[in-house]
């Protein structure tokens, strides 16, 4: 129920009706988290993982995760798609680890009654299963303990959204969105949902989406930690996702239930990647007791997260993890390995590029503010016998709101169709260096690769320092 706007979902206001009554305020409690990841399940592989470990008052690692700011995206939806209210920040006052193992996100209310919190996003944004095996994305997390009127207009979540939703902020639900634990209003109900398709309506019934929820086993979802859990596996016929709170399944949804172009259009892009946020006000909550928040609420209630952590299983070789910087010595510009790091301004043949000095890790040079039909050729490379199944490019962008782009990988000949590519906006300047990883169809051989930079503006949207392909 997260990116995107949203209308009160009847259906939801009579399922939870009856679980509005007014009940007691808890008191915060203290609970100490795991000392580390546990060690995945017999056949599972860890394949990311972030326990938040680091002294207390500090941001969470910025190799990891996407600091999300503001109201919403450059160009994108206003107030984050969904009428949430709160003012996302920075500040370690509503974002911090605490020092003992977990990440906190806190929300605050100044003496104006304005809001602020924090949203985070992890950098890989590829996470998906290995062909014929299964994904998982888990968490260890404690609700904001808050109940009753105290806590109306609180919204928590961990969730996945896909991602081609990043540089394209109009393209939801059709890429899929994942939402692995919500929570509104203080209620003792996990949520899992399922959003796809088309908004309204469409095969996912959006904007609410499928939706199951049950009650945390044993203690409420405010008052301790417990473990959220979402599956996607490709291992049975047809697929399936299916939702888990503390190892009990609670929700799924088969591939048969959906047509098949909703399906692929969710499931055969780069991969996903994983939020954690705690909105104030908006759809969900309003639809339960709308308007929210109100004088009630109370602020400084935290989301405790313990760890988030992505596993595999079966099937062929899982994503790598892009690599952030690049070796010190370029391949030669024609030639080379697609697996060594590609400088940009390596090219043979270009078209409409220029070089600048970066400010990037390693130095050198990067191609500069490339728009629609820009182009670079880069000349026998070798991608030997063991296929290619993915593309990491170095990129960054100053693009102006709602200006954004392609980043396309091509074979052999510039109008050749491509084989994979990621779309990328404003990163928060020309020298905000991300890295950006994309599947793309299996390539062995020797071939000559062709970035091509398509956008719908004419604008300047993208720089590009260096590129990789991976196994």
Known sequence: MRSRPNKPSTRRRTILSALLAPVLVAVPLTIAAQASVPPPAAGWTTVWSDDFDGAGGSLPSSANWIVDTGHGYPGGPGNWGTGEIQNYTNSTSNLALDGAGNLRITPRRDGAGNWTSARIETQRSNFKPPSGGVL???????????????????????????????????????????????????????????????????????????????????????????????????????????????????????????????????????????????????????????????????????????YVAVSTKGGGTPPTTPPTTPPTTPPPGGGGSAYSTIQA???????????????????????????????????????????????????ASGASGGVSGLVEVRLDNRSNAPIGSFAIANTGGWQSWRTVPANIGAVTGVHDVYLTFTSGQPADFVNLNWFIFGH
Not at 217 to 243: K, L, M, V
């Open 136 to 306: 998982a994305i888990e968490g260890r997390i404690q609700m904001p303990n808050v109940t009753g009127n105290a806590a109306l207009g609180y919204w928590p979540a961990f969730w996945a959204l896909g991602q081609p939703y990043r540089g394209n902020y109009w393209n939801w639900p059709g890429i899929g969105e994942f939402d692995i634990m919500e929570n509104v209003n203080g209620i003792n109900s996990v949520w899992g949902v399922l959003h796809c398709g088309v908004n309204p309506g469409g095969p996912c019934n959006e904007t609410s989406g499928i939706a199951g929820n049950r009650a945390c086993p044993g203690s409420s979802c405010q008052s301790a930690f417990h473990t959220y859990r979402f599956e996607w596996d490709q291992s049975i016929s047809p697929n399936q996702f299916r939702w888990y709170v503390d190892g009990q399944q609670f929700h799924s949804v088969s591939q048969g239930q959906l047509p098949a172009d909703t399906w692929a259009n969710m499931t055969n892009h780069a991969g996903y990647f994983i939020l954690l946020n705690l909105a104030i006000g908006g759809a969900f909550p309003d639809a339960l007791n709308g308007p929210t928040p109100r004088a009630e609420t109370v602020p400084d209630r935290p989301m405790i997260v313990d």
């Open 345 to 395: 301004e390596s090219y043979t043949q270009q078209g409409g590029t220029g070089v600048e000095t970066t400010t990037d890790s390693g130095g050198g040079q990067n191609l500069m503010q490339l728009a629609n039909g820009d182009w670079a050729m880069y000349r026998s490379i070798d991608f030997s016998s063991s296929a290619a199944h993915q593309f990491s490019g170095r990129v």
